[in-house]
């Protein structure tokens, strides 16, 4: 078990430019949740994913933003048209859908800056 | 809706005193809450966990916390602070929705000085 990871772990991109970025969470984890950090802020949540299917998502995911888990393993987050806004931590998240408290384990996060 | 409140942005404290952060939640139900560490350009950790079955947690790296109902209050100790201490902690209550989503404070940041 390598723990939740994250590619790229920094993306720096001009304005107007797509990017995608990539999670891979812990292996026999079924519950997969995207959140964005902002400078000073805690992480805020963007969506959630229970194996394959995306069951909810935050009114903070615009339209230029897509998230994707073709096959209930890897996630993949895709930004279009990027804004200077869109400068962010972007972290990764995955747990068990087992017990109560649904605890979450958190990868390192993907550092974005848009010029 | 779930929320919490850290009371601090930012709190300093010498190596080898007393660590307090604030946690304050609002939950319409009984809340399962959570702080978690980040140290500088990385992820998040879990320190601590509140699940109901014990009003004082303790978690990883020598940091308790006790769970207050009468004062909607999860704040987060450590009885000796150690310059590795420094980082930002969150805390956090989960949604009672499908998605069990966390919602985050807005973190305190812990200086530990010499």
């Known amino acids: 078990d390598t723990g939740v990871s994250q590619d790229p772990r920094h993306k720096i991109t001009k304005r107007g430019q797509n990017v995608t970025f990539r999670c891979d969470p812990i292996?026999?984890?079924?519950?997969l949740y995207w959140y964005r950090q902002t400078l000073g802020q805690g992480p805020e949540f963007l969506t959630y994913?229970?194996?394959?299917?995306?069951?909810?998502k935050s009114r903070l995911l615009s339209d230029r933003f897509s998230a994707e888990r073709p096959k209930g393993s890897f996630s993949t987050l895709e930004i279009q048209r990027t804004e200077q806004g869109d400068s962010a931590m972007y972290l990764c998240?995955?747990?068990?859908?087992?017990?109560?408290?649904?605890?979450?384990?958190f990868g390192p996060g993907t550092r974005l800056t848009v010029l | 809706a779930q929320s919490v409140t850290q009371l601090g942005s930012h709190v300093s404290v010498s190596e080898g005193a007393l660590v307090l952060l604030r946690c304050n939640y609002s939950?319409?139900?009984?809340?399962?809450l959570f702080w978690y560490v980040q140290y500088p350009n990385q992820g998040l950790q879990l320190l601590l966990k509140?699940?109901?079955?014990?009003?004082l947690v303790k978690g990883i790296n020598g940091f308790e916390a006790e769970f207050k109902k009468s004062e909607t209050s999860f704040h987060l100790t450590k009885p000796s602070a150690h310059m590795s201490d420094a980082a930002e902690y969150f805390c956090?209550?989960?949604?009672?929705?499908?998605?069990?989503?966390?919602?985050f404070g807005t973190g305190t940041r812990l200086q530990v000085t010499l």
């Open positions: 994913f229970q194996n394959e299917a995306q069951l909810e």
């Open positions: 998240a995955s747990s068990l859908r087992a017990g109560d408290y649904n605890e979450q384990f």
């Open positions: 509140y699940t109901s079955a014990a009003t």
């Open positions: 292996s026999e984890h079924n519950r």
């Open positions: 956090a209550v989960r949604g009672t929705g499908t998605a069990s989503k966390l919602t």
């Open positions: 939950s319409s139900v009984p809340p399962y």
